[in-house]
């Protein structure tokens, strides 16, 4: 794999949020947001035109919390929930996943380490703190979802999630693209989990850079090595996209 190429004016710049912009911590409440962060992610956008998304696992109305004050546009919950960049929110509708949190919440009152997320369309059982557990895991959720093919069991770093089935990042990040500020730009997108493949399977083929952000086998062509190595990155694309001139509509001149 090799170094992400310089961001240009006509990128369309779609990042992952845990594990690419902020470290991994134990709880997904933990998280550290480094305090330039904000600032880096607002100058980008403008200098971007716009052309500047998250694409997250989280809820969006928890991306905004963490980067208060930007409302970015953004894909939640691996885009079951997706906002412009002219602030219009698309959210499908939550599937019933009431034996799924029984199941899910079952398994932390049995066993020491594992935490539920409710979310908005789906639910999150986190293993990080109880590594061992992880085929326990695995094997009660898709117990659970057997007979359900509207849902859908994904794996991510030390979690296993449900739900609604036929809905990923790459198809959030396809629809970006046929909306203004994005439409018309070379995709880029950074992410460091498997729930970001689909992401950079969509990327490539459009002349895009996809970006694995640490170790492990990925479609994407290009690496960094941490979220400080995609800080890192962010604030030297800033740096020459400030030096370089564009045309009003923020592409180059």
């Known amino acids: 794999m090799q170094t992400p190429p310089r961001l240009t004016h006509d990128a369309a710049l779609f990042l992952d949020f845990d594990g690419t912009l902020v470290a991994i911590a134990e709880t997904p409440e933990a998280i ?16 971007l035109g716009g052309a500047l998304a ?6 969006i109305d928890v991306l905004d919390r ?36 029984d199941t899910a919440n079952e398994l932390a009152r049995v066993y020491e380490g594992l935490l539920v997320e409710r979310k908005h369309a789906a639910i999150a059982l986190h293993y990080r703190l109880a590594p061992q ?5 695995r094997d009660a959720l898709l117990r659970t979802i057997t007979d359900q ?3 859908e069991l994904m794996h991510g770093k030390f979690v296993f999630e449900v739900k609604p089935a036929g809905i990923n990042k790459g198809i959030a990040i396809d ?27 969509v990327v490539q083929p459009r002349g895009g850079v996809a970006i694995k952000v640490g ?6 062509l290009h690496r960094l090595d941490s979220p400080l190595a995609v800080f890192e990155w962010l604030v030297e694309a800033r740096k020459l ?8 509509k923020g592409k180059p001149a």
Request: charged share 25%; aromatic share 4%; with cysteine.
């Open 32 to 47: 550290e947001v480094p305090s330039a962060l904000v600032p880096l992610l607002s100058d980008l956008r403008d200098l």
């Open 175 to 201: 629809a970006f693209m046929r909306e203004a500020p994005f439409v018309g730009r070379t995709p880029v997108f950074a992410g460091d989990d498997t729930t970001d493949e689909s992401g950079f399977a």
């Open 215 to 220: 170790s492990g086998p990925s479609l994407a």
């Open 149 to 151: 093919p509207q849902l």
């Open 241 to 248: 996209l400030a030096e370089s001139p564009s045309d009003p």
């Open 54 to 59: 998250v694409v997250s696992g989280r809820q």
């Open 66 to 101: 963490f980067l208060a004050p930007l409302r970015l546009p953004a894909a939640g919950e691996h885009g079951v929930q997706r906002r412009s960049a002219e602030g219009e929110m698309q959210e499908s509708r939550p599937p019933d996943l009431t034996d799924v949190l």
């Open 133 to 137: 557990l992880e085929a326990v895991c």
